[in-house]
């Protein structure tokens, strides 16, 4: 599994993450629908800049997120963020949105050192995902939602 590979999934999983807002109504059928990689450049040796298009049906209301952060956790200690542009989901649409992305590494990881976890996916067994996001809606009430130790395991194959 190539770091690439592994870019699309991580940002395709944190975008499921922040779609499935609630469990009530409308807003838990928002669902991603496609997802395609724009470009992908590294910046040094410790980030990497993503644009990608992403799919979204959306039969709720509108809805705007920002404040879009994930933490990476491997074994307890934080490999890295993403953070993701702030954007606004139409209301009962089914569109397709220019995202940017910028991906961090935290001192003691580089995109070299990963290289070996991707491609055994064992070493994803103690690797976590931690989630933080603004929604609000077109009336102006706004929550902040997190979402704590996702297992990437099973993120990984959820985006398969």
């Known amino acids: 599994m190539s770091i690439k590979s592994i870019s699309y999934r991580l940002l395709l999983l944190v975008c499921t993450a922040i779609l499935s807002l609630a ?4 807003i838990s ?15 040094g040796l410790y980030s990497v800049a993503v644009d990608f298009k992403l799919g979204i049906h959306n039969p709720a209301m509108q ?24 954007f606004v989901m139409e209301a009962k649409s089914d569109n397709v949105y220019d995202m940017n992305a910028l991906v961090a590494l935290n001192k003691g990881f580089s995109i070299i050192n990963l290289l070996p976890m991707m491609k055994d996916p ?11 996001v603004k929604a609000t809606l077109k ?17 990984l194959k959820l985006a398969e």
């Open 122 to 132: 064992e070493s994803l067994k103690n690797a976590y995902v931690n989630v933080k």
């Open 63 to 86: 809805i705007a997120l920002s404040d879009i952060f994930a933490e990476v956790m491997l074994d307890g200690k934080v490999v890295g963020n993403l953070s993701l542009a702030p």
């Open 29 to 43: 059928e928002i669902r991603p629908t496609s997802f395609e990689l724009e470009s992908l450049a590294p910046k």
């Open 23 to 26: 469990s009530c109504g409308k």
């Open 139 to 155: 009336n102006g009430l706004s929550k902040n939602l997190e979402w704590k130790e996702i297992p990437v395991e099973k993120l």
